[in-house]
């Protein structure tokens, strides 16, 4: 299991980081093609059609990684489960578009909800495919279709649309075209079974999907409105133009936040599936894997916080000035937006399902609380706003967390504490090294001088306390010695249901 892991993190940070070069390449180029309110539009119209995508999915890809048996009647019922709904979903959007649509601050007579239906219908018929190469752990297909369907798709896509002056359209036929070439990547890796069985094997089936699934979907309603809760008020308080700012400086947060959050996410949740009914060893696996992530976070906080400035010069250009403080906010919540993704992994592998849900619900609420109170000093306070409900969020999914195990809540802040002297060794340098560059050389020699001597620092920091991480170092040491062992995808058999 440890080397399954560590090859499964590998390949997805590999994927991640090759992802979010992109991304970064698409906003340095981007930001200079398309105006700060037709972004703005474009992340409105991406906002709603994310929320029917969430719908579509209705937790069917999850259940099928989180499901101790699987046979070849659920992934046949599971496909035409997701492609239907994924259906009906689309065809709801096309038709509530024109009321949808200035809900969220787009024009009235705007096409853009009805064109991103067709990502809703991919979307929908590839929740089975990416569910079985996660619980296969084949984390090296995922991330090559990712890279792939992104660089292609999205990157060459809106790039080509935007030159030719296509604006707002450029970036949602970006997206349609990267969930299309998604699709088939996903397809032609897993070719699933889908031929229909006997009516009352299905239905069965069904039930256990959906027993699962719905649970999973009402945690994940509540985690949307969460994440997109922000947008939602910040383009019906604020308008699209300041969507625009407040949009660029959270896609700089998630950036590092998706590097390690998602990508630890990703591999645990089938990892951590696999030793539900160990509680101790499972305890143990949160607890090194909260730590690994400290180690990441808390010197990133640091470089984001120091070097937001120079980071939002050289990447969007002066006129983009405004995000500065925002980012600045939110780089000293990495952290928590980075953790708290782990203890969604944990929740969703033992399947309490619906006893998360209403700790999901909680974290929308409180971030529509916060961003509203927040909105009334303009983008800046709904980034505090945000900020705060990430903590209160990250809080509450922790202690919760600790039902696997007692004492696990202070396992991990003391596995936080082991980061911290190398936060604040970085800290002391980084500091005063930009304020002093700052003036009197470029703004890229400010950001990578920097960055530079404050990743030495933090690397010499670590090296010195190395003894702090002796299990995590063990660890690691034992999953890069063993090989990793692929599991096997469905096949044949005369009779009875087919064990994955």
């Not at 705007?110 to 929740?127: F, K, R, T």
């Not at 660089?151 to 299309?180: C, E, K, M, N, R």
């Not at 906010?329 to 399947?351: C, D, E, H, N, Q």
């Not at 609380?369 to 990430?390: F, K, L, N, P, Q």
Request: a positive charge.
């Amino acid at each position: 299991m440890a080397g399954t892991v560590f090859r499964g993190l590998s390949w997805s940070m590999v994927g991640a980081l090759g992802q979010a070069l992109l991304q970064i390449v698409a906003l340095v180029v981007l930001a200079r093609l398309v105006s700060v309110e037709e972004f703005g539009i474009a992340v409105a119209a991406a906002v709603v059609m994310s929320f029917t995508l969430m719908l579509s999915e209705l937790g069917i890809g999850p259940s099928l990684v989180q499901a101790r048996e699987l046979d070849r009647t659920d992934i046949a019922t599971a496909f035409y489960l997701a492609a239907a709904v994924g259906a009906v979903l689309a065809g709801c959007l096309i038709v509530l578009a024109p009321v949808l649509g200035p809900i969220v601050g787009l024009p009235a007579d705007s096409s853009y909800l009805q064109l991103l239906s067709i990502a809703v219908v991919l979307g929908g018929l590839s929740a089975v495919a990416v569910g079985l190469l996660q619980r296969q752990m084949r984390f090296r297909e995922l991330a090559l279709v990712g890279l792939t369907s992104y660089g292609v798709g999205y990157l060459g896509t809106a790039v080509v649309l935007a030159s030719a002056g296509a604006g707002a359209a450029a970036l949602i036929w970006g997206q349609i075209v990267q969930a299309l070439l998604a699709a088939i990547g996903y397809h032609v890796l897993v070719r699933p079974d889908v031929r229909p069985r006997r009516l009352g094997a299905m239905a069965a089936s069904s039930r256990r999907i959906l027993g699962f699934g719905s649970g999973y979907s009402l945690a994940r309603f509540g985690n949307w409105i969460g994440v997109n809760g922000d947008n939602l008020v910040v383009a019906s308080v604020l308008g699209p133009a300041a969507l625009g700012i407040y949009s660029r400086a959270y896609q700089l947060l998630v950036q590092p936040a998706n590097l390690i959050g998602t990508v630890a996410d990703k591999v645990l949740f089938p990892s951590f599936s696999r030793m539900q009914d160990d509680g101790r060893r499972l305890a143990r696996a949160y607890v090194l894997v909260n730590s690994l992530v400290a180690v990441l976070t808390i010197p990133g906080s640091v470089l984001l916080l120091v070097l937001a400035p120079e980071l939002v010069d050289v990447l969007l250009g002066e006129e983009w000035s405004a995000v500065t403080l925002p980012l600045q906010i939110f780089a000293v919540v990495l952290l928590p937006r980075t953790a708290y993704k782990i203890s969604g992994s944990l929740v969703r592998a033992t399947g309490v399902v619906f006893r998360s849900a209403w700790r999901q619900w909680l974290y929308a609420a409180e971030i529509l609380c916060g961003c509203w109170i927040g909105s009334h000093w303009g983008v800046v306070g709904v980034a505090v706003g945000a900020s705060v409900a990430i903590v209160l969020h990250f809080t509450t999914m922790l202690v919760f967390s600790a039902r696997v195990q007692r004492g696990i809540v202070g396992d991990v802040l003391r596995a936080y504490a082991k980061s911290l002297p190398a936060g604040i060794a970085m800290a002391a340098v980084c500091f005063p090294l930009a304020a002093a560059l700052r003036g009197s050389a470029p703004d890229v020699v400010t950001l990578l001088g920097t960055a530079a001597a404050g990743v030495v620092t933090g690397g010499l920091a670590l090296l010195g306390s190395r003894r702090l991480f002796r299990e995590e170092l063990a660890t690691l040491r034992t999953a890069r010695a063993r090989p990793a062992r692929s599991a096997p995808a469905p096949v044949p058999a005369p009779s009875g249901p087919t064990r994955l």
